[in-house]
């Protein structure tokens, strides 16, 4: 047999995904070892039509990170700063109030906004901050903070975590986000970010959201230290809180950028690395419905090619990245509507602003001419490789 063609047990795979069978750990972790992409991608691009019908998303939004000071030391870490360090900043209520009416003006339907933990604020300042914006616009879509942020947060309330969620989300949150995942493996965290919250930690502030009826993202950081096998149980331990709530809307893979920290990684993830945990992520983690494709660490071309390999979203608009740009991100600071609509038109695909939870605002009428069938391209590639092995 060839060995640069897929193997023909892949076929088994292909009907197993595309009948909406569940891949398991050992099939995900044979999957992500693979070098062969044609497969992957074939595998993984049948499981994403069968959810998303060929569609494409993007959100308008605007980022805010409301201060990079911080009291931990995570390695990783490029964007936080101590007091006395220099590059550190904090905003008011009312400079985020009006990043958030500029955003709003520009046509932005959801603030992300996330930071550090910072030392001295008060737990009012996060729910002026909330309240702020939503006095903006009852419309604006908050999505906010980290587990790890909700933690602190609850720490300043004195109050536990569902008492400080149900305080948060009365103050305008609309959606946790999903940053702080970083990789489960505690061996790993211990090495790239001591001191943060644990996988359980993160686990339980996303389960008791979930829990009030909330929903939000998920994410994992991937090309540092971890192995593969680590991502698989990153990914089963999502998968696992997926099936006890549904709460995820969308997952995120994020590719670490390597800049500015204390984790010396030689070989960062490479354009071949980002497609195959794009396609297997989409693959194995068969109860949520969305994979974005993060285009600030990706770069805006390789997004684009991640939609044939299982995503259904590139992100947003964003306008003011910093946390990845710290970091040595080389993508711009923002993407316009018309960028975004003609990346997904020219990978094939049907363009479509969303909201913060992945239902359509606008639908474009068609994609590119050159878009591919729902499915049987996919499979005839397969087919025609596994014939010929």
């Given at each position: 047999?060839?060995?640069?063609?897929?193997?023909?047990?892949?076929?088994?795979?292909?009907?197993?995904?595309?009948?909406?069978?569940?891949?398991?750990?050992?099939?995900?972790?044979?999957?992500?070892?693979?070098?062969?992409?044609?497969?992957?991608?074939?595998?993984?691009?049948?499981?994403?039509?069968?959810?998303?019908?060929?569609?494409?998303?993007?959100?308008?939004?605007?980022y805010i990170n409301y201060?990079?000071?911080?009291?931990?030391?995570?390695?990783?870490?490029?964007?936080?700063?101590?007091?006395?360090?220099?590059?550190?900043?904090?905003?008011?209520?009312?400079?985020?109030?009006?990043?958030?009416?500029?955003a709003l003006e520009a046509?932005?339907?959801?603030?992300?906004?996330?930071?550090?933990?910072?030392?001295?604020?008060?737990?009012?300042?996060?729910?002026?901050?909330?309240?702020?914006?939503?006095?903006?616009?009852?419309?604006?879509?908050?999505?906010?903070?980290?587990?790890?942020?909700?933690?602190?947060?609850?720490?300043?309330?004195?109050?536990?975590?569902?008492?400080?969620?149900?305080?948060?989300?009365?103050?305008?949150?609309?959606?946790?986000?999903?940053?702080?995942?970083?990789?489960?493996?505690?061996?790993?965290?211990?090495?790239?970010?001591?001191?943060?919250?644990?996988?359980?930690?993160?686990?339980?502030?996303?389960?008791?959201?979930?829990?009030?009826?909330?929903?939000?993202?998920?994410?994992?950081?991937?090309?540092?230290?971890?192995?593969?096998?680590?991502?698989?149980?990153?990914?089963?331990?999502?998968?696992?809180?997926?099936?006890?709530?549904?709460?995820?809307?969308?997952?995120?893979?994020?590719?670490?950028?390597?800049?500015?920290?204390?984790?010396?990684?030689?070989?960062?993830?490479?354009?071949?690395?980002?497609?195959?945990?794009?396609?297997?992520?989409?693959?194995?983690?068969?109860?949520?419905?969305?994979?974005?494709?993060?285009?600030?660490?990706?770069?805006?071309?390789?997004?684009?090619?991640?939609?044939?390999?299982?995503?259904?979203?590139?992100?947003?608009?964003?306008?003011?990245e910093r946390i990845f740009?710290?970091?040595?991100?080389?993508?711009?600071?923002?993407?316009?509507?018309?960028?975004?609509?003609?990346?997904?038109?020219?990978?094939?695909?049907?363009?479509?602003?969303?909201?913060?939870?992945?239902?359509?605002?606008?639908?474009?009428?068609?994609?590119?001419?050159?878009?591919?069938?729902?499915?049987?391209?996919?499979?005839?590639?397969?087919?025609?490789?596994?014939?010929?092995?």
């Amino acid at each position: 047999m060839n060995p640069a063609l897929p193997n023909p047990e892949m076929r088994d795979l292909y009907d197993k995904v595309a009948g909406g069978g569940r891949v398991s750990e050992f099939e995900a972790l044979r999957l992500l070892e693979s070098k062969d992409l044609h497969a992957l991608a074939a595998l993984a691009d049948a499981a994403n039509r069968r959810r998303n019908q060929g569609r494409a998303s993007f959100i308008v939004n605007r980022y805010i990170n409301y201060s990079n000071y911080c009291i931990l030391s995570c390695q990783f870490c490029a964007f936080a700063r101590k007091k006395r360090d220099a590059g550190g900043f904090q905003y008011t209520p009312e400079e985020i109030a009006r990043m958030g009416r500029e955003a709003l003006e520009a046509g932005a339907t959801e603030i992300h906004m996330v930071g550090g933990l910072h030392p001295s604020l008060p737990f009012s300042y996060y729910t002026d901050v909330l309240r702020g914006l939503k006095q903006v616009s009852p419309q604006l879509q908050l999505k906010c903070f980290t587990a790890i942020e909700v933690l602190h947060l609850a720490w300043l309330a004195r109050k536990s975590v569902p008492e400080t969620l149900a305080e948060l989300r009365d103050a305008g949150l609309d959606s946790v986000t999903g940053g702080g995942a970083e990789i489960f493996n505690p061996a790993v965290r211990s090495r790239i970010a001591k001191g943060k919250e644990s996988a359980e930690d993160y686990l339980d502030v996303h389960r008791a959201w979930h829990r009030m009826g909330g929903r939000s993202t998920c994410t994992m950081l991937y090309g540092h230290v971890e192995s593969l096998a680590d991502r698989v149980d990153h990914l089963r331990q999502l998968r696992e809180l997926q099936d006890e709530t549904g709460g995820f809307s969308g997952f995120v893979p994020l590719a670490y950028q390597p800049a500015n920290n204390q984790v010396p990684v030689d070989h960062p993830p490479s354009g071949f690395d980002s497609l195959r945990t794009v396609a297997v992520s989409r693959i194995y983690l068969d109860n949520i419905n969305h994979l974005t494709a993060y285009w600030v660490g990706l770069g805006l071309k390789l997004a684009q090619v991640a939609l044939s390999f299982g995503a259904d979203d590139l992100h947003g608009t964003i306008v003011d990245e910093r946390i990845f740009h710290m970091a040595g991100a080389g993508s711009p600071m923002s993407q316009t509507t018309a960028a975004m609509v003609r990346a997904i038109r020219e990978a094939g695909y049907i363009p479509v602003q969303r909201d913060t939870f992945y239902e359509p605002i606008k639908v474009w009428d068609e994609a590119a001419p050159t878009a591919p069938a729902p499915e049987e391209p996919s499979r005839a590639l397969l087919e025609k490789n596994l014939a010929s092995a």
